[in-house]
């Protein structure tokens, strides 16, 4: 099983949610994506091949981003330029002293509330 960070970086990887992150940590994103391209292509098909499934889809198919986490995984562990990025990435995928870090995909019909600590009520819809 790998674990929610590398899931998130994958998803980001794949496009979801891009334009939320900051210029600097985008082009670290974007590196990566270059990085595991080269990497996979060529002598791991069914890597590139998870890759663009999850790209083709913009990181919202849950099952497509699942597969490409795990392909980063193992790409993470045997190359010490993907490791770099990664660790890179990792803060800005991760909560430090209680934070909160939130993470939805695939698809969502109705609303999403996405916080940390709430005092008081949340009143959704119209009254």
């Known amino acids: 099983m790998v674990d929610e960070v590398t899931i998130a970086i994958a998803a980001a990887v794949a ?3 891009a334009e939320a992150l900051t ?3 985008r082009q ?3 590196k990566l994506r270059g990085a595991l391209r ?3 292509s ?4 069914e890597a590139l091949a998870a890759l663009d499934a999850a790209r083709d889809t913009d990181g919202e198919d849950a099952v497509l981003v699942e ?3 795990g392909h980063l995984a193992a790409a993470e562990h045997d190359d010490p330029g993907v490791r770099d990025l990664v660790a890179e990435l990792r803060p ?3 909560a430090d002293r209680g934070g909160v870090v939130n993470s939805v995909h695939g698809d969502v019909h109705g609303t999403v509330i996405q916080t940390g600590t709430i ?3 949340v009143h959704l819809g119209r009254r």
Not at 42 to 45: E, F, K, N
């Open 23 to 25: 210029d600097g940590v």
């Open 67 to 69: 597969e490409l986490a």
């Open 119 to 121: 005092t008081g009520g």
């Open 42 to 45: 060529g002598s791991a098909p």
């Open 38 to 40: 080269t990497r996979f």
């Open 92 to 94: 800005h995928f991760t």
């Open 28 to 30: 670290v994103v974007r």
């Open 15 to 17: 496009g979801k949610a």
